[in-house]
């Protein structure tokens, strides 16, 4: 099976953002299905710098990789980014065009302009795609109030996307959440739309101890809440300063570590500066090769989203906490993909947006019952070694692929056996080597330093504190 990826940033690309996450999906195929050949087609930029330029072609994973001269779409006006998506969009047109024929190409959302890309090429080639539907534009940029709802543009891009969806041969969305949305708002078929989360690399990131280098260098004591990634515009960070806010004369001990960058760094920074919220630390990013050991710093670690972007988004650092072995403790909707995978695991604790008070009982009930939140960590490296790995991910994707080309595939060639749960719309797996998972975790509930996996109910502790 030939397959091309199209996406603006790729390997060496080291963000976390779709550069990343395709980056590491195209060395699992490659790794665990000899029989996919992967070509990727992206600029010769990187998301975080701007001033470097990397070369036009290089292979790399048994990939080949064509970079393309277009400027730089990020971290500009609105205007320089549209015409900046729409030049890499044509030029990704003209080098598919010249590179041959394929068996499926491959999309995200990054740039928009990709569907159009992969829309034009089935029209003149009648090769099929499979559209991965990471942010989901216009709807997210109406509901974080940059376009209006009724306007014409909106809909106009709106009749866009639906017709980019209707056309993909496969559209893939990271959560239940977004198929939902996605079945309902582009009346979509339950067939054409498959759950394929983002996934966690299990290996590079490793639960360690909490005494680590990150800590030490920052003189990070007590108990640490940690929030790590973009200071994006669609989470929440007003509901984690309020609950901080109140916290540091509540709860001294509790100190809260925000990583990262984005649009609202000046609004926090600002409300921490004026306010005197003593216990929060802000702090850049670190590097991928420093990031297993920045999750391992947290008791505690931080998901947000703003209300209105369940089924529009779900947040990729989620599944690194999981790979990290930490409770997460995450104010979005009860709907979302986060929240039910944290009620269905036992892995942490899910508070509504806006609700502050609710979050300074959650971190207080987490701090004051460190055998739970031990708990609860250890049931999200479970849940992530169970159904969450980038080779079942990677199994997936192949699965989808071949429904996408029809090609033939049997699951007992499969590295990995993927079994649909009825009615769901995702995914159970079953690894080979389950025994082996199942005598670790058995190992690690005999320590003394760890209590036994369990699947505590979220909802019991919801239920209990309401009443107190």
């Keep these: 099976m030939r397959v091309c990826i199209i996406n603006e940033f790729f390997y060496p690309d080291e963000t976390g953002g779709t550069g990343t996450v395709l980056s590491e999906l195209a060395a699992a195929l490659r790794r665990d299905f000899p029989d996919v050949q992967i070509d990727v087609i992206?600029?010769?930029?990187?998301?975080?710098?701007?001033?470097?330029?990397?070369?036009?072609?290089?292979?790399?994973?048994?990939?080949?990789?064509?970079?393309?001269?277009?400027?730089?779409?990020?971290?500009?006006?609105?205007?320089?980014?549209?015409?900046?998506?729409?030049?890499?969009?044509?030029?990704?047109?003209?080098?598919?065009?010249?590179?041959?024929?394929?068996?499926?190409?491959?999309?995200?959302?990054?740039?928009?302009?990709?569907?159009?890309?992969?829309?034009?090429?089935?029209?003149?080639?009648?090769?099929?795609?499979?559209?991965?539907?990471?942010?989901?534009?216009?709807?997210?940029?109406?509901?974080?109030g940059v376009l209006p709802a009724r306007s014409p543009i909106t809909r106009l891009l709106r009749s866009w996307q639906k017709s980019w969806m209707k056309k993909a041969d496969q559209v893939v969305v990271l959560g239940r959440c977004m198929r939902e949305y996605v079945m309902r708002h582009y009346d979509l078929p339950p067939e054409q739309v498959q759950v394929i989360p983002i996934g966690g690399d299990h290996e590079a990131i490793q639960p360690l101890s909490p005494r680590t280098r990150f800590r030490a260098a920052h003189s990070?004591?007590?108990?640490?809440?940690?929030?790590?990634?973009?200071?994006?515009?669609?989470?929440?960070?007003?509901?984690?300063?309020?609950?901080?806010?109140?916290?540091?004369?509540a709860e001294p001990t509790v100190q809260f570590a925000?990583?990262?960058?984005?649009?609202?760094?000046?609004?926090?920074?600002?409300?921490?500066?004026?306010?005197?919220?003593?216990?929060?630390?802000?702090?850049?990013?670190?590097?991928?090769?420093?990031?297993?050991?920045?999750?391992?710093?947290?008791?505690?670690?931080?998901?947000?989203?703003?209300?209105?972007?369940?089924?529009?988004?779900?947040?990729?650092?989620?599944y690194?906490?999981?790979?990290?072995?930490?409770?997460?403790i995450a104010t979005v909707s009860a709907g979302s993909e986060v929240a039910r995978v944290l009620a269905e695991a036992g892995c942490g604790l899910q508070v509504a947006q806006g609700d502050a008070a609710y979050l300074v009982r959650a971190v207080s009930h987490l701090l004051?019952?460190?055998?739970?939140?031990?708990r609860m960590g250890c049931n999200a490296r479970a849940v992530l070694e169970e159904k969450y790995t980038n080779r079942h991910v990677a199994?997936?994707?192949?699965?989808?692929?071949?429904?996408a080309t029809h090609h033939?595939?049997?699951?007992?060639?499969?590295?990995?056996?993927?079994?649909?749960?009825?009615?769901?719309?995702v995914f159970r797996y079953a690894s080979p080597d389950?025994?082996?998972?199942?005598?670790?975790?058995?190992?690690?509930?005999?320590?003394?330093?760890?209590?036994?996996?369990?699947?505590?109910?979220?909802?019991?502790?919801?239920?209990?504190?309401?009443?107190?």
Aim: glycine share 6%.
């Design 258 to 318: 925000l990583v990262g960058g984005g649009a609202q760094k000046e609004h926090i920074e600002r409300r921490v500066r004026e306010e005197q919220i003593g216990n929060v630390t802000l702090l850049p990013f670190v590097p991928k090769e420093d990031y297993s050991d920045l999750l391992a710093s947290a008791d505690v670690s931080l998901v947000t989203l703003e209300p209105g972007m369940e089924g529009l988004c779900v947040p990729s650092k989620f």
């Design 320 to 328: 690194s906490i999981l790979a990290s072995g930490r409770a997460t």
């Design 42 to 144: 992206t600029s010769v930029n990187l998301y975080r710098a701007q001033t470097v330029r990397l070369d036009a072609y290089e292979e790399w994973e048994n990939t080949r990789i064509f970079r393309l001269p277009t400027p730089h779409a990020s971290f500009r006006s609105t205007r320089h980014r549209l015409a900046a998506n729409a030049k890499f969009g044509l030029a990704a047109l003209g080098k598919l065009l010249r590179l041959g024929r394929y068996d499926l190409v491959l999309i995200g959302t990054a740039p928009p302009t990709l569907a159009m890309v992969a829309s034009a090429y089935k029209a003149l080639t009648k090769t099929p795609y499979l559209y991965v539907v990471y942010d989901l534009d216009p709807d997210r940029a109406v509901q974080m």
């Design 408 to 425: 033939s595939f049997s699951p007992a060639t499969l590295p990995i056996s993927v079994a649909r749960l009825p009615t769901s719309g």
């Design 368 to 374: 004051h019952h460190p055998a739970e939140t031990a």
């Design 434 to 468: 389950d025994a082996e998972k199942k005598a670790a975790v058995a190992t690690t509930a005999a320590s003394p330093s760890l209590p036994p996996c369990s699947r505590p109910s979220v909802h019991n502790f919801a239920q209990k504190d309401t009443r107190s």
């Design 395 to 403: 199994a997936l994707y192949y699965q989808a692929m071949c429904r």
């Design 220 to 249: 990070l004591n007590g108990f640490v809440v940690c929030y790590s990634g973009n200071f994006g515009r669609y989470h929440d960070f007003d509901t984690v300063l309020d609950a901080a806010k109140h916290l540091q004369t």
